[in-house]
């Protein structure tokens, strides 16, 4: 166990909705990671925060968006979803920016 | 260009044996941090190894070490005596600190361990 818990473990959704991912991260964790892993893009990075601020953006799509909240918990957001964002969704944290990730046991999204 | 190559889709180990996976990376960062992570059949991503750039030595984590060279800018992961508990998939990551941080992870190799 990483320590860093996600919920839902699984999501089933329609196209067009709307669905939240919540990630906390280990205890003392500053900084939280999004991660998308689908079968044909690989594991992609999408976003970064540390300590309530956006620390780096990667591949993450405009239809997406994520916060980090005071108490270190952050929640990524996908709207107006299609069949291709049918993943298993990852969060990582870490203590700072560049020290190793631990991973929770991600959340897997289905849009049919 | 792909920031992290991983050559290797699919490799196969006897039990007790010792494996090589191949990661070669991209950067002209100075300042940058390589990482191996497993990742079972049941999904969980596991760090398991670290790597600075500026680390003279090669770093070890008990069974794994990893072999950096960086003039070749290779950062190939090493398990010795392989058990079966090892079959999983292996990803390569590189941390760049030029991009802010930004981690990146290779597309994986998926390590089978034969009894």
């Known amino acids: 166990d990483s320590g860093v818990t996600q919920t839902p473990k699984h999501l089933i959704t329609a196209t067009g909705q709307r669905v939240t991912l919540r990630c906390s991260p280990r205890?003392?964790?500053?900084?939280v990671y999004w991660y998308q892993q689908s079968l044909d893009q690989g594991l992609q990075f999408l976003i970064q925060?540390?300590?309530?601020?956006?620390?780096a953006k990667g591949n993450i799509l405009e239809r997406f968006s994520a916060q980090q909240f005071p108490d270190l918990h952050s929640e990524l957001n996908l709207s107006s979803l299609e069949l291709g964002d049918s993943a298993l969704y990852f969060c990582?944290?870490?203590?700072?920016?560049?020290?190793?990730?631990?991973f929770g046991p991600g959340t897997r999204l289905t849009v049919l | 260009a792909q920031k992290i190559t991983q050559t290797q889709p699919g490799m196969f180990v006897q039990e007790k044996e010792a494996v090589t996976l191949d990661c070669t990376y991209d950067t002209s960062d100075q300042s940058y941090g390589l990482f191996w992570y497993k990742q079972p059949s049941s999904g969980e991503m596991i760090f398991l190894i670290y790597?600075?750039?500026?680390?003279?030595q090669n770093a070890t984590e008990g069974r794994y070490s990893l072999n950096f060279q960086k003039a070749r800018k290779s950062a190939n992961l090493v398990i010795s005596a392989s058990q079966l508990g090892d079959s999983a998939m292996y990803f390569c990551a590189m941390r760049e600190v030029m991009t802010g941080n930004q981690f990146y992870f290779g597309t994986g190799t998926s390590l089978t361990v034969i009894p």
């Open positions: 925060y540390y300590n309530g601020e956006e620390r």
């Open positions: 990582a944290s870490s203590v700072e920016s560049y020290n190793e990730q631990f």
């Open positions: 205890s003392g964790d500053l900084s």
């Open positions: 790597q600075g750039s500026y680390d003279e």
